[in-house]
């Protein structure tokens, strides 16, 4: 599942991301990527926040999955990147478990990089919330549970997505195993981890003019939900 993206320049001069079919457009993208965990292959995922016009305060905003792909190597999830990078015309910033325990599967990721010598500048890994702690499970699906509450709905699936599937799998009993058993929820959780705890979404700079920026706190706790419009939570 995917959908066609390109980078334009809203009136203020800021870029942005349009969505033509779908009629929308993103101010940023976060990709989460999973390594393989044999039998299961990787998984990648790109989260967009959606540019949303004449919010009134403490709206909840709207993160969108705009991409997904399962691949089976390090050299597929690559490619993959390689692919996103050329259709989207944008860097997409790519958020995964890089602690040292990992160090075989980022070699692979950097060799890879080298079997496509017509893409001189490589594809940047970034330290994902909460990777270095060896996460359970439970900490992605919390905050990915925030996210999809129906009284706000802030993330939302495209439709053909597997995500959903995957997610509604999951069992309270595997809370405790650790994320990286289970790559779609993980890869999808690296991404919403920084798109709503690291780096909350505060649409600053992207409004049109005559409207009001949202009022949102930098962190949450994870255990009372995201900061913007308690309302719209029971």
Excluded at 104 to 132: C, M, T, V, W
Aim: contains cysteine; glycine residues 6%.
């Amino acid at each position: 599942m995917e959908i066609k993206i390109k980078p334009i320049f809203n009136i203020r001069q800021e870029l942005i991301y349009e969505d033509e079919a779908n009629q929308r457009h993103y101010r940023r993208l976060i990709g989460g990527l999973a390594w393989p965990a044999l039998p299961k292959p990787g998984f990648l995922v790109v989260l967009a926040e959606e540019v949303v016009t004449g919010l009134i305060p403490d709206t909840p905003p709207r993160l969108w999955v705009v991409a997904e792909r399962e691949a089976t190597s390090a050299k597929d999830m690559y490619r993959y990147c390689l692919e996103l990078r050329y259709s989207w015309k944008t860097e997409i910033k790519w958020l995964t478990d890089v602690s040292p325990g990992r160090k075989p599967e980022k070699d692979a990721f950097r060799n890879a990089g080298r079997e496509f010598p017509q893409a001189p500048n490589p594809i940047s890994l970034h330290a994902a919330l909460y990777s270095d702690t060896s996460p359970t499970l439970g900490t992605y699906s919390q905050i990915i549970a925030d996210l999809i509450r129906p009284e706000c709905k802030i993330l939302r699936f495209l439709e053909g997505s597997s995500l959903q599937g995957y997610l509604l799998a999951c069992t309270p009993e595997e809370s405790e195993r650790r994320a990286a058993d289970f790559p779609p929820v993980a890869a999808l959780g690296y991404a919403a981890a920084e798109m709503a705890v690291r780096q909350p979404p505060s649409q600053i700079g992207i409004f049109w003019p005559g409207t009001k920026k949202p009022n949102v706190k930098k962190d949450w706790d994870l255990y009372q939900g995201p900061p913007w419009g308690k309302r719209w939570r029971k």
